[in-house]
């Protein structure tokens, strides 16, 4: 699968834009779009070939076909409101700032890796661009997130130290059926907290369409409600009606600090994982989908409709993504595995006794939250 070439999408019905608030978006914000959803596109097939040659190890899980989620709905926040997410994360680091070196060499096993290679595929950490991984265990993930937005409520409005934040938590359709996700809503609701569950429903959990592993599938919306928890639906496909419809939604949960829930229909091209015969979907599935491509919407959007964007422009993105990427890929091969004595590092955050019944940390600093 590639990315679509411009001249192959179909041209616009009308002159008139179906866009609103992202139609009023700079030239420059929609060409920076377009080149990272096309760099997590590149970046995934040259991941795929890699994981191919044993060049990566362990779990990986392909983002090709969702891109959109990440790109239109960073691009409705801030960079530094805080995000947490599941194992299929490689977009969310690219899409949030992290160099292709960083990510790849991570995968590799390398030491140069955002998390020196001890993380691997599932497990991108980025504390420069705010996120807070990459995780592996369904739904765990989302407590994190919403205990991020309590620290982002507080440091707002107890410590007077930040700004009124929103935290991103996104999490798979299968993460709807676990049990924290449930305590993670009841605390959102109940604290007021402003953490947005984003649910990028690809429509599977694994092999299990969504159809037969959750309660009120067609209206997800309906499971906020119980919590409190203001919700709607977005088409996820299409990264400018993305944005459109995420970002008043967004800006409403920042202003009154409230949780989120977002169902967030979505698609993956590829498998679950790299191991994967998908007997569970036809191809013409699959192709039904990829006939909304968002690479092939944005570009034929900037080419043919806004026209902002030229065709040899089009193909120097595509040029720069490629050597991006390949540099990435060289960059991984050649760099140093962790050193033996790593292997005792980072594995407890930092080793610390109860705090005394005075508030005092027995190292001696006084804990803030008493
Ligand atoms: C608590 C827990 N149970 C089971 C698994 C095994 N598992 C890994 S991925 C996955 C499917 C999750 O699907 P979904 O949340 O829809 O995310 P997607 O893969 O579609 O992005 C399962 C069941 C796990 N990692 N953690
Ligand atoms: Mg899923």
């Known amino acids: 699968m590639t990315s679509m070439p411009a001249s192959a999408a179909p041209s616009p019905a009308s002159g008139k834009s179906k866009y609103t608030l992202s139609a009023k978006l700079p030239d420059a914000t929609l060409h920076k779009w377009l080149r990272d959803l096309m760099l997590i596109r590149e970046f995934e097939l040259k991941t795929m070939a890699a994981y191919q040659q044993a060049k990566i190890g362990g779990f990986c899980h392909i983002y090709i076909g969702q891109e959109a989620v990440v790109v239109g709905t960073f691009g409705a926040v801030n960079h530094d409101d805080p995000v947490v997410t599941a194992y299929r994360d490689h977009g969310h680091a690219l899409a949030r700032g992290m160099s292709a070196r960083a990510c790849m060499a991570e995968m590799f096993g390398k030491a140069a890796g955002c998390a020196k290679g001890k993380g691997g595929s599932m497990h991108m950490f980025d504390k420069p661009n705010w996120l807070f991984g990459g995780h592996g265990i369904v739904g765990a993930q989302t407590a994190l997130g919403t205990g991020l937005a309590f620290a982002a409520r507080y440091e707002y409005e107890v410590l007077k130290t930040g700004p009124k934040k929103v935290c991103l938590s996104y999490m798979g359709d299968g993460a709807l059926n676990q049990g924290c996700f449930h305590e993670a809503q009841n605390l959102a609701g109940l604290y007021s907290l402003p953490v947005i569950f984003i649910v990028e429903n690809n429509g599977y959990s694994m092999g299990t369409s969504i159809e037969r592993g959750t309660t009120m599938a067609h209206n997800l919306c309906l499971k906020a409600a119980g919590y409190g928890i203001d919700a709607i639906q977005i088409d996820g496909m299409d990264v ?32 679950h994982s790299m191991s994967d015969p998908q007997k569970y979907r036809t191809k013409e599935e699959v192709a039904k989908f990829q006939e909304r491509d968002t690479i092939m919407t944005l570009s034929n959007y900037l080419l043919n409709e806004r026209k902002s964007l030229s065709e040899a422009e089009y193909q120097k993105i595509q040029a720069d993504v490629r050597d991006e990427v390949k540099d990435s890929v060289e960059f991984s091969e050649n760099a140093p595995v962790p050193e033996l004595s790593e292997l005792y590092t980072d594995v407890y955050a930092e080793p610390m006794p109860n705090l005394s019944p005075s508030g005092e940390y027995t190292h001696g600093a006084k804990n803030p939250l008493l």
């Open 240 to 271: 400018m009606s993305l944005y459109d419809q995420f970002k008043p939604f967004a800006d409403k949960c920042r202003a009154e600090q409230r949780p989120g829930f977002v169902d967030l229909k979505t698609y993956r091209y590829q498998g």
